[in-house]
């Protein structure tokens, strides 16, 4: 069922009254916060095979370099940089949850 057609919130993918966990631990959340970085840049790219993302933890604040083949750099960067701030907004947010500092680097 469509949202369009009259669908509520609670019939659109989890049982009623449950909500889904979307906290991240703390043990895993480098890993998963890495994951995400990876995907959405493999999602704007043509090459998704030269990704790479690697976590580089410096006085407590966790950077997240991504690296992507050469013709795709303009791709995660957008025009003056918007891409490239989304993706930082995203990652911000994701991290207050946990109360991590991170940032992220696009690195050629």
Known sequence: ?????????HEMGSAPG?????SIPDSKGALKMQQLVEYLVKMLV?????????EVDI??????????ADGDLGRVIGRQG???????????????????RVSLEIVS
């Open 82 to 100: 918007r891409i490239a701030n989304a993706l930082r907004t995203v990652v911000k947010a994701s991290a207050l949850k946990s109360g991590r």
């Open 18 to 22: 449950k909500e889904p966990d979307r």
């Open 1 to 9: 069922m469509c949202r369009s057609e009259g669908a509520r919130p």
């Open 46 to 54: 043509d090459d998704p095979e030269a990704v790479s993302v690697s």
């Open 59 to 68: 006085a407590g604040v966790s950077t997240y370099e991504v690296s992507v």
